[in-house]
């Protein structure tokens, strides 16, 4: 906007009257006042004698920047850096570059036309965790830092202990994920011990042949076979499965064959009558204790 107090440098012009001196003095004055009270903090005039003599007076409030160059400036020398806004994709962005002529974007408006901090390149100093305000917004939160690997042999990224992910769910991507105490302490007590297993489905039926069922737990699935019938077990991730896993019978009256599969958890599978017929015993143990019986498919 037009200044109030314009600052000429071609007035007053050399024939003026000395005499209008100190008016000009005090043109001039105002005219710097009014130009650096863009930016800085200038007070108030404290009267006649004293003027702004705040003791803020002068001190930057904010920093404005003109238009948003298409190019980074020229240095005008080696030992200076610049601070600038840059045209990025019709943004206009606050950018640095250093005497060498590295330049740094530090904001970037991409999401939602919000403007937030460009890390990119960006780094903290040794040992220090990144940091950000709590939930609560009042306290501050570590977030990760650099630091070495348990044999000290290569620098790793550190999150702290009391990190968590922000739900119970299944990650999108499983490598690595789990470390060794998250580890140790779901497989301590979890193992079957003896004879944990049970005879009936989910619903409290008895596991009985030509069903399918699906695994809700991993587990083992055990037929044991009267005499003279055969029996086989088809396993598969779909419905009906159609892999025959394993096959036996019992070749003498006295004699009790058994059958043992591994289940994985929601596969499907089924016991089905090769030979003969009779009823066996169908027997489900999960792979960790408490886990839920096969749900009945059929």
Do not use: C
């Not at 059958?259 to 499907?268: E, I, N, S």
């Amino acid at each position: 906007m037009t200044k109030t107090y314009g600052v000429d440098p071609n007035r007053p012009e050399g024939t003026r009257d000395p005499k209008l001196g100190d008016d000009d003095i005090r043109k001039l004055a105002a005219a710097v006042v009014e130009l650096l009270g863009i930016d800085h903090y200038m007070g108030s005039d404290s009267g006649a004698g004293s003027g702004y003599d705040d003791d803020d007076a002068g001190k930057h409030s904010r920093v404005q920047f003109r238009e948003a160059q298409s190019a980074a400036p020229t240095l005008g020398a080696s030992d200076v850096g610049s601070l600038y806004v840059k045209q990025v994709n019709t943004n206009g962005e606050l950018h640095f570059e250093d005497e060498a002529g590295s330049e740094v974007q530090i904001t970037e408006a991409k999401i939602s036309g919000s403007s937030f901090l460009d890390l990119d390149n960006g780094r903290l100093t040794n040992n220090t965790y990144l940091k950000s305000v709590n939930e609560a917004g009042d306290d501050s939160v570590d977030l990760i830092k650099a630091g070495r690997n348990e044999a000290d042999d290569a620098d790793v990224a550190v999150l702290p202990d009391t990190a968590r992910t922000a739900s119970n769910a299944a990650p999108g991507e499983d490598t690595n994920l789990a470390n060794k105490k998250y580890v140790d302490d779901q497989v301590s007590g979890n193992i079957p011990v003896g004879a944990a297993h049970g005879s009936v489905d989910s619903d409290g039926n008895a596991l009985i042949k030509e069903h399918v069922y699906q695994a809700q737990t991993a587990g083992f699935v055990t037929v044991l076979i009267p005499y003279p019938v055969g029996y086989a077990i088809y396993m598969g991730n779909s419905d009906p499965p159609a892999t025959k896993m394993v096959e036996s019978w019992a070749s003498t009256g006295s004699s009790v064959e058994s059958l043992t599969l591994f289940v994985p958890k929601d596969y499907y599978f089924k016991i089905t009558e090769t030979s003969n017929s009779g009823t066996p015993t169908i027997y489900w143990t999960p792979l960790i204790s408490g886990g839920g019986a096969p749900r009945d498919i059929d």
